[in-house]
């Protein structure tokens, strides 16, 4: 049984910041790639982040210099610093793993966490 669960979400000014944080929860798997993608209503899901368990990262255009991915192995947390915010960047934000249920399964498989809302209005 694996958990992807989100928090840090909610509402913030133009120019604000926002922290997202992402913890994978149970036990008996291994993760790789971990990452944050963001949806809004009508629209495709759109991948803003990616991180390595090394750490290298790749960022969309749209949020390169102003977003930072960053994890922390031990504690199987992915998080996303969010500055100079812009109601463009309003949307439901995901958390991603790749990841292998050890004894269980032979392929590293996709999972998701349930999303949080990130409004940014004035």
């Known amino acids: 049984q694996v958990q992807l669960v989100e928090s840090g979400g909610g509402l913030v000014q133009p120019g604000g910041s926002l922290r997202l944080s992402c913890a994978a929860s149970g036990s008996g798997f291994s993760i790789n790639v971990m990452g944050w993608y963001r949806q809004v209503p009508g629209k495709e899901r759109e991948l803003v982040a990616l991180?390595?368990?090394?750490?290298?990262?790749n960022y969309a255009d749209s949020v390169k210099g102003r977003f930072t991915i960053s994890r922390d192995n031990a504690k199987d947390t992915v998080y996303l610093q969010m500055n100079s915010l812009t109601p463009e960047d309003t949307a439901v934000y995901y958390c991603?793993?790749?990841?292998?249920?050890?004894?269980?399964?032979?392929?590293?498989?996709?999972?998701w966490g349930q999303g949080t809302q990130v409004t940014v209005s004035s």
């Open positions: 991603s793993a790749n990841l292998l249920k050890i004894g269980l399964e032979r392929r590293f498989r996709d999972y």
């Open positions: 991180i390595s368990r090394s750490g290298t990262t």
